[in-house]
């Protein structure tokens, strides 16, 4: 009987070493030092139901999505870029991106050099889900060095192609009214 009660001891000893062994393994992998310098960004709370399907794009979705990118765009300086043009083509559909990357490196041209930067403040905004268009109007700031050298009323168009569910940037262009 004293047999049975050392090996069930040694049973426990032995599984519970391995335990002990596994929950440090399983620390040091949690335990990085480089994660320290890693932001978490949280989203924001949505009010609003978003939806996207392989037919159907909400309303929503398509204002939320053309308000990423017009923020990404026109909060664009010399210091960030790159990281702006990197976003803003990750959003872009595959057969547009390199049109859209020569578009950016004419865009960003007068930002690099000359440290342009331009704000815009939209007034108005119109939705077509059935085309996936938004168009925004408001006035463009034109800053150098942070001092506001022009604003003009403007109107942009963000064009949406919806490829079974993913929803990608077609085009980006100003509209020009044809009475101006």
Do not use: C
């Not at 037919?55 to 017009?70: C, F, G, K, N, T």
């Not at 960030?80 to 083509?89: H, K």
């Not at 939209?122 to 939705?127: L, P, Q």
């Amino acid at each position: 009987m004293i047999s049975v009660e050392k090996e069930k001891q040694k049973i426990f000893a032995i599984v519970a070493g391995l335990m002990l062994v596994s929950n440090i393994y399983l620390a040091s992998l949690l335990w990085d030092p480089s994660r320290s310098n890693k932001m978490v960004v949280l989203v924001p709370t949505i009010d609003k139901e978003m939806s996207v399907g392989t037919q159907v794009v909400s309303e929503d979705y398509l204002h939320y999505r053309a308000e990423q990118i017009m923020q990404l765009l026109f909060n664009i300086r010399h210091e960030n870029f790159a990281y702006n043009v990197d976003q803003i083509l990750k959003q872009v559909s595959s057969h547009n991106r390199p049109e859209f990357g020569k578009q950016l490196d004419e865009f960003t041209k007068d930002i690099k050099s000359k440290k342009y930067f331009y704000t815009f403040n939209k007034d108005a905004y119109e939705i077509d889900t059935s085309r996936l268009e938004v168009t925004f109007s408001g006035y463009l700031e034109t800053f150098i060095n942070d001092k506001r050298v022009k604003t003009n009323h403007k109107k942009y168009k963000l064009a949406f192609t919806n490829s079974y569910g993913l929803v990608k940037l077609n085009s980006f262009e100003e509209v020009v009214d044809a009475g101006v």
